[in-house]
């Protein structure tokens, strides 16, 4: 069945880059777009970015340029790279299938000294 | 962007029925969905092109609308629909959700 599974660290200094993995089974990346979405505590959800089935990558404007999502098809890995983070970068990251009806568990990343 | 407007919360009583609006700052055509969201869990879609329900998504929920208003109804709700409701359009570049609204039982 269709799975996805968020991976990465818990703890990240102030200016320092982010990088997420989303492991992805039941399904091909060459013929599915992955989302990623965040969600800080107690707060609403903010889409960041999709990479399509065939690599091309939008990102919400607000974050551009800071984010990065690329992908490792024969791994059936999505990636995510934020750098600069702030404290405001706190927040449970998701990844999700193209329809979001599939979402990861989520990981908590918290960005402090 | 496309802003999304959702009132806060929400309190009903079991078998109740509840209205969950929300609102885009321009057209997004058919193009909202509803999700659900308890406590330590990641959403769950119920609702896709404004009306059309999820499968194994109970006939409890519908969702109506079109351009900027939609609506979720939950009808009669249930102990169990205790959680935060977002809608997310999906109409406009980039996508964008509500501020959720928080359904609470009496």
């Known amino acids: 069945q269709v799975q996805l599974k968020e991976s990465g660290p818990g703890l990240v200094q102030p200016s320092e880059t982010l990088s997420l993995t989303c492991t992805v089974s039941?399904?091909?990346?060459?013929?599915?777009?992955v989302h990623w979405v965040r969600q800080p505590p107690g707060k609403g959800l903010e889409w960041m970015g999709i990479?399509?089935?065939?690599?091309?990558?939008d990102y919400n404007s607000a974050l551009k340029s800071r984010l990065s999502i690329s992908r490792d098809t024969s791994k059936s890995q999505v990636f995510l790279k934020m750098n600069s983070l702030q404290t405001e970068d706190t927040a449970i990251y998701y990844c999700?299938?193209?329809?979001?009806?599939?979402w990861g568990q989520g990981v908590m990343v918290t960005v402090s000294s | 962007d496309t802003v999304l407007t959702q009132s806060p919360a929400l309190a009903v009583s079991p078998g109740e029925r509840v209205t969950i609006s929300c609102r885009a700052s321009?057209?997004?055509?058919?193009?909202m969905h509803w999700y659900q969201q308890k406590p330590g869990q990641q959403p769950k879609l119920l609702i896709y092109?404004?009306?059309n329900l999820e499968s194994g998504v109970p006939a409890r929920f519908s969702g109506s609308g079109s351009g900027t208003d939609f609506t979720l109804t939950i009808d009669p709700v249930e102990a169990d629909d205790t959680a935060t409701y977002f809608c997310?359009?999906?109409?406009?570049?980039?996508?964008?959700f509500g501020g959720g609204t928080k359904l609470e039982l009496k």
């Open positions: 997310q359009q999906s109409w406009n570049d980039p996508r964008t």
């Open positions: 999700a299938n193209f329809r979001f009806d599939y």
């Open positions: 990479i399509r089935s065939g690599g091309s990558t």
């Open positions: 321009e057209s997004v055509s058919t193009g």
């Open positions: 039941g399904f091909s990346l060459t013929s599915n777009s």
């Open positions: 092109g404004a009306s």
